[in-house]
């Protein structure tokens, strides 16, 4: 047996936080939770949906008849343009925020979703992302484009969309990353995320997929069962950077990536993604940043099994089951 099949405890070098494996732990019997994933028998419009293309939205705006990627301000954003009360120092600290949000509907197809789009709808996406990334950064410290995909992770809709929320303040988990990627570029004088991919590629048993501009992994210290990085190769920090064949290379990958997690349990897989580039407030100072996006599933064993992070992990240190080899190669099993 190797090392991997024993408990042990991985170093996550974007956050500094450790994650305990044990990947004994696969073979527990479970009596617990099983929840129905959502399928992916959808009608191409829905007449009750508020994304689809003509139908009215709460406070009675309605979409255009888009045809392609639509985006609008969020009509019940996490932050507003004004910050509102007063900042407060002391033990109970508190400072105001500000911000704004915006809605970014992949497709007007009410089925789809960017695992099923083509290459060609897959690359409007990734340039959506770019121009909302550069335009709102302009005015703002940080710009977090994520989407959360699934009713098991929360969306409030199955229409294919995401969400940007923009805001005069750089998050806790991205300041985290920002702290060990400038540590490490101050020590070792290279980019850490540089040399992941490095040391993925010579060990070669977490990787997903790969091409010229872009590199997958399961990371060495993934928390999620099925978790992967998606890691640039170029010189580039934040999404608007990005040249075409970098553009058309992501959509490509993407398209090999998210297929891939469809067919592990034959279900439309969910999954929270956020891009993480260097935060706009940084300026010129990110030579140690590396444009990256993160994928979050939940699912474990089967569509009905999710991780879940509680016990152990809420009160002490992540811990997962399954080692991050052992994703990566199911993962790979069903790229076609």
Same mark, same amino acid.
């Given at each position: 047996?190797?090392?991997?099949?024993?408990?042990?405890?991985?170093?996550?070098?974007?956050?500094?936080?450790?994650?305990?494996?044990?990947?004994?732990?696969?073979?527990?019997?479970?009596?617990?939770?099983?929840?129905?994933?959502?399928?992916?028998?959808?009608?191409?419009?829905?007449?009750?949906?508020?994304? @689809?293309?003509?139908?009215?939205?709460?406070?009675?705006?309605?979409?255009?008849?888009?045809?392609?990627?639509?985006?609008?301000?969020?009509?019940?954003?996490?932050?507003?343009?004004?910050?509102?009360?007063?900042?407060?120092?002391?033990?109970?600290?508190?400072?105001?925020?500000?911000?704004?949000?915006?809605?970014?509907?992949?497709?007007?197809?009410?089925?789809a979703t960017l695992a099923r789009m083509s290459d060609k709808a897959r690359r409007e996406v990734v340039n959506g992302w770019c121009d909302l990334s550069a335009s709102l950064g302009a005015k703002w410290h940080h710009v977090q484009i994520f989407e959360n995909k699934g009713a098991m992770m929360g969306a409030s809709s199955p229409h294919p969309h995401g969400q940007v929320w923009a805001g005069d303040f750089v998050p806790t988990l991205v300041e985290r990353e920002d702290g060990c990627q400038r540590a490490h570029h101050a020590e070792a004088g290279s980019v850490l995320l540089e040399d992941v991919i490095a040391a993925e590629?010579?060990?070669?048993?977490?990787?997903?997929?790969?091409?010229?501009?872009?590199?997958?992994?399961?990371?060495?210290?993934?928390?999620?069962?099925?978790?992967?990085?998606?890691?640039?190769?170029?010189?580039?920090?934040?999404?608007?950077?990005?040249?075409?064949?970098?553009?058309?290379?992501?959509?490509?990958?993407?398209?090999?990536?998210?297929?891939?997690?469809?067919?592990?349990?034959?279900?439309?897989?969910?999954?929270?993604?956020?891009?993480?580039?260097?935060?706009?407030?940084?300026?010129?100072?990110?030579?140690?940043?590396?444009?990256?996006?993160?994928?979050?599933?939940?699912?474990?064993?089967?569509?009905?099994?999710?991780?879940?992070?509680?016990?152990?992990?809420?009160?002490?240190?992540?811990?997962?089951?399954?080692?991050?080899?052992?994703?990566?190669?199911?993962?790979?099993? @069903?790229?076609?």
């Amino acid at each position: 047996m190797s090392h991997a099949d024993f408990p042990h405890r991985r170093l996550n070098r974007l956050t500094g936080e450790w994650v305990l494996v044990s990947p004994q732990r696969m073979k527990r019997p479970w009596q617990g939770e099983t929840k129905a994933a959502q399928g992916g028998d959808r009608p191409n419009h829905d007449a009750s949906c508020y994304l @689809c293309p003509g139908n009215e939205r709460v406070g009675g705006t309605h979409n255009p008849d888009f045809e392609g990627v639509f985006v609008f301000p969020n009509d019940f954003p996490a932050l507003l343009l004004e910050p509102g009360g007063e900042a407060r120092e002391g033990l109970l600290r508190e400072e105001p925020a500000c911000g704004e949000a915006r809605v970014v509907c992949y497709a007007p197809d009410h089925s789809a979703t960017l695992a099923r789009m083509s290459d060609k709808a897959r690359r409007e996406v990734v340039n959506g992302w770019c121009d909302l990334s550069a335009s709102l950064g302009a005015k703002w410290h940080h710009v977090q484009i994520f989407e959360n995909k699934g009713a098991m992770m929360g969306a409030s809709s199955p229409h294919p969309h995401g969400q940007v929320w923009a805001g005069d303040f750089v998050p806790t988990l991205v300041e985290r990353e920002d702290g060990c990627q400038r540590a490490h570029h101050a020590e070792a004088g290279s980019v850490l995320l540089e040399d992941v991919i490095a040391a993925e590629e010579a060990d070669g048993s977490r990787i997903v997929a790969s091409n010229p501009h872009w590199l997958a992994v399961v990371p060495h210290w993934a928390a999620w069962p099925f978790e992967t990085l998606v890691i640039a190769r170029d010189d580039v920090r934040r999404l608007e950077e990005l040249g075409d064949p970098a553009r058309d290379a992501l959509a490509a990958l993407l398209g090999e990536l998210l297929p891939a997690y469809d067919a592990l349990f034959d279900t439309d897989f969910p999954y929270s993604m956020g891009w993480h580039g260097a935060p706009h407030g940084a300026g010129a100072d990110c030579a140690h940043w590396r444009l990256h996006a993160h994928f979050y599933p939940p699912l474990l064993r089967s569509a009905e099994i999710r991780k879940h992070m509680v016990g152990f992990e809420l009160l002490a240190e992540t811990q997962r089951d399954l080692s991050p080899e052992a994703a990566a190669e199911r993962i790979r099993d @069903c790229i076609a």
